[in-house]
């Protein structure tokens, strides 16, 4: 039997309590990563641990914490670190800022949308890079979205953010050591709560139903469908394995063809 490509390797993977997190970890898990999982929901992170989802990873354990505010987050990965040893794989991920015009934004909503997205997964870069760099591998992936290269109708901060999320991991793959990677994984239209309540708030924007709604961002797929979670987070395992240790700086789009860039 071939062994997992991530046996051996730690990972952290923040949202992960649905979503594309959970999906992650779930995947990471089956490459025989030992899995920490962070989220705000205690109740949704050990149902996670007590299904059988995790049942390869060699260990599980959980931070229950909130990257808006981080209070107390330094303590707990230290205390982390103590007990299971450097954490290789950091996936940073969570939840996007409200739809809106940028026009309409608050100076509120930018310093939210910034401390939650670069200043958090800024500060776990800090805090596990030391264990990776001894470790000689450290594969750091940021979940992002396509508005890194096209920005998306409405949803004016999160353009804004995620493009200074895209700026900060590209200077970061150019201070990193050797061993240690750093990219930006852009999922398209995705089949999570997010994409939901995007889909609810744009219908009641526009006064078309949510069918509507849905109707015309398939139109934009050339796939013709909704990229599934489990497609991400198949990705992002590719990207924190071995193989992928030539992969640095990057961008990649996982959005069944929406882009128009190239």
């Not at 890079?129 to 450290?138: E, R, T, V």
């Not at 961002?217 to 497609?231: A, C, K, N, S, T």
């Given at each position: 039997?071939?062994?997992?490509?991530?046996?051996?390797?730690?990972?952290?993977?923040?949202?992960?309590?649905?979503?594309?997190?959970?999906?992650?970890?779930?995947?990471?898990?089956?490459?025989?990563?030992?899995?920490?999982?962070?989220?705000?929901?205690?109740?949704?992170?050990?149902?996670?641990?007590?299904?059988?989802?995790?049942?390869?990873?060699?260990?599980?354990?959980?931070?229950?914490?909130?990257?808006?505010?981080?209070?107390?987050?330094?303590?707990?990965?230290?205390?982390?670190?103590?007990?299971?040893?450097?954490?290789?794989?950091?996936?940073?991920?969570?939840?996007?800022?409200?739809?809106?015009?940028?026009?309409?934004?608050?100076?509120?909503?930018?310093?939210?949308?910034?401390?939650?997205?670069?200043?958090?997964?800024?500060?776990?870069?800090?805090?596990?890079?030391p264990g990776m760099s001894d470790a000689g591998y450290g594969r750091i992936i940021n979940i992002v979205s396509t508005s890194v290269r096209e920005p998306i109708p409405n949803l004016g901060v999160?353009?804004?953010?995620?493009?200074?999320?895209?700026?900060?991991?590209?200077?970061?793959?150019?201070?990193?050591?050797?061993?240690?990677?750093?990219?930006?994984?852009?999922?398209?239209?995705?089949?999570?709560?997010?994409?939901?309540?995007?889909?609810?708030?744009?219908?009641?924007?526009?006064?078309?139903?949510?069918?509507?709604?849905?109707?015309?961002?398939?139109?934009?797929?050339?796939?013709?469908?909704?990229?599934?979670?489990?497609?991400?987070?198949?990705?992002?395992?590719?990207?924190?394995?071995?193989?992928?240790?030539?992969?640095?700086?990057?961008?990649?789009?996982?959005?069944?063809?929406?882009?128009?860039?190239?």
């Amino acid at each position: 039997m071939t062994q997992p490509t991530l046996s051996g390797k730690t990972a952290l993977v923040c949202g992960a309590s649905a979503g594309i997190g959970r999906a992650t970890a779930i995947a990471l898990a089956k490459q025989g990563a030992s899995i920490v999982l962070l989220a705000r929901r205690r109740d949704r992170l050990e149902a996670l641990v007590q299904s059988s989802d995790l049942a390869n990873a060699p260990s599980t354990a959980i931070i229950v914490a909130d990257l808006d505010t981080r209070e107390g987050l330094d303590a707990q990965i230290e205390q982390t670190l103590d007990a299971l040893g450097p954490i290789h794989i950091l996936i940073n991920n969570s939840g996007g800022p409200p739809a809106g015009p940028l026009l309409d934004a608050t100076e509120e909503a930018f310093v939210t949308a910034f401390s939650r997205h670069v200043l958090a997964s800024h500060r776990l870069v800090q805090m596990l890079l030391p264990g990776m760099s001894d470790a000689g591998y450290g594969r750091i992936i940021n979940i992002v979205s396509t508005s890194v290269r096209e920005p998306i109708p409405n949803l004016g901060v999160s353009n804004t953010i995620r493009g200074a999320v895209a700026s900060w991991a590209k200077s970061m793959s150019r201070e990193l050591p050797p061993g240690v990677t750093i990219n930006n994984l852009l999922p398209g239209f995705t089949d999570t709560q997010r994409l939901d309540a995007l889909r609810s708030a744009v219908a009641k924007r526009t006064g078309k139903s949510t069918d509507e709604v849905r109707k015309g961002w398939l139109d934009q797929v050339p796939e013709g469908r909704l990229i599934r979670p489990e497609e991400i987070a198949s990705t992002i395992a590719f990207l924190a394995s071995p193989d992928a240790g030539a992969i640095r700086g990057v961008s990649l789009a996982v959005d069944g063809g929406r882009l128009r860039s190239i």
